[in-house]
Every structure is written in C-alpha cells, then in structure tokens.
C-alpha cells in the first residue's frame, strides 16, 4: 500500500533553537495519528511544516509519493485541509459561506451546485445546520472553531492536519466532533488525519497511532497500547499515571 504520507528526517530551527530534529514517520490511508507531547516539543511546528506554512529547513515530505515542495497551492489544497489551533479571523459572512470557503480549491468559474450539496451535507454531519445563516463573527470561540473544522471537512482533501482542534471546545462537542472525524475516516478510502493534541485520553480513544514528542524528537511512534506507558508517560510529561483498560470503539482503547 501506498503511503499517503512520508515524513523523512525532517529539521527546522527558530535561529539558534532547533525545534523539530529529525522527524520520521508515515502515514497510511484510514488512519487517525495522534501527536501528544507538553507545549514546546514541536507539535504545532511540524504540522506547519507539512501544510508549508513555514518552511523545513531540510528533509522531504511526500503526500501519495508527491514532493511536497513541487505541489502548486491548488494542488496541497486537495492533498490537505488545515485546522489551526485558534480561529483569529472573524469573518463577517454567514456560516454557510465560511465553510463554502472550504471548497475553493474545486471552484474553477463559479459555485456548483455539488459545492453547495457538500457544505449542506457537512454542516449537517457536524449538527451545525442551526448555524448555516448565523454571521460566524457572532458565534462564541467553540462554535467558529467547529465551523473551521466544518471547513476542512468541505475541502475534501486526503490528510486533515489538526492542530488542538478540540481545545476551545466543551466536553460534548469534543467527544461528538471527535466521533465524526472518526466516522469519516473509517468510511473513506483514501483520507487520513494528523491530529496535534493534549488531552492523553482522546487520544487514547480516537487515534490509530500515536506520535509523542519530546524535545523536537520523536520518541515513540505506535498503537495507543504501545506508546503511551508509564514509563513513556513519566519520562515526556513529567508525572506519575495509572493505566486502566477500557472497552471501546478500538481493541485498545485506554484511560489515562
């Protein structure tokens, strides 16, 4: 199987300080990876890397075995769809069109009617119907950060990078939008999603696989069950935790 991304020896340094140092990964299509690790162990910096927000500063990236760096802007638009860690922008359209928005890259001379069909049936997908004629500059912050996450949907593209998606969001909406992305990997062939986040148990519940970091490394990389230990969860984070297996949507789901 081909992966659908290839993350090799990747470097990139804020001056003198070197963030990330020599990432290594893959990506199959159908997986959910997680990346867990405290503030400042490269989790943000390296989902900019691969959505060429910032540049690396040496490695390579290949989305379906395509060099990252050749890709045009339409082109990494339907490779990639991008949720950043908080919503600055304060649109001052409807919700409906926020998330139309998301459909830019497929748009060639005007809005079809299959774009519009897309919007409506993501809107719904994520319970957000109620918002669709709503102006997004009046929402609270976890109803715009659920509208991005409905943008990203929209765009349709292969790999969603996520970074704290969920942070702005109640405990519901967390777990509900965490269930959807969940249920639209699994029903696709060829999607995946690259999840930045803190909280260890969504993790443990949702994600197939598991990135943590620590000081710009990768230091695990493996199924819920394997990667987060005690000894791994002492050693990153800096506390003591008590493991108790759950029965859940995967074979092994865990607490923390």
Not at 13 to 24: D, F, M, Q, T, Y
Request: glycine share 6%; hydrophobic share 45%; aromatic share 6%.
């Amino acid at each position: 199987m081909i992966d659908l991304l290839s993350v090799e020896d990747l470097s990139f340094s804020w001056g003198e300080n070197e963030v990330l140092k020599g990432i290594n990964f893959t990506i199959q299509p159908g997986e959910i990876v997680a990346i867990l690790g405290v503030n400042g162990a490269g989790k943000s910096t390296l989902i900019k890397c691969l959505n060429r927000i910032i540049k690396m500063d040496s490695g390579s990236v290949e989305v379906f075995s395509k060099d990252l760096q050749s890709l045009n802007l339409i082109e990494l638009s339907k490779l990639m769809s991008y949720v950043p860690q908080s919503v600055r922008t304060s649109f001052g359209i409807d919700v409906f069109e926020v998330v139309l928005l998301g459909r830019r890259p497929h748009i060639s001379w005007r809005v079809s009617s299959r774009d519009q069909k897309i919007v409506s049936e993501t809107l719904q997908f994520l319970s957000l119907e109620e918002f669709a004629f709503r102006r997004f500059d009046q929402l609270s912050g976890g109803e715009r950060q659920r509208v991005i996450i409905a943008k990203a949907i929209a765009q349709d593209a292969n790999l969603i990078l996520m970074d704290e998606p969920t942070s702005d969001l109640d405990l519901k909406n967390q777990i509900g939008t965490m269930k959807r992305i969940a249920e639209m990997i699994s029903q696709s062939q060829n999607k995946s999603a690259l999840i930045a986040i803190h909280d260890i148990n969504i993790a443990a519940k949702f994600a197939d696989r598991i990135l943590l970091m620590h000081d710009g490394k990768i230091v695990s990389n493996g199924t819920p069950s394997e990667v987060l230990t005690s000894k791994n969860i002492a050693t990153v984070f800096g506390v003591t935790c008590q493991i108790i297996p759950v029965i859940e949507r995967k074979a092994d789901a865990h607490s923390y």
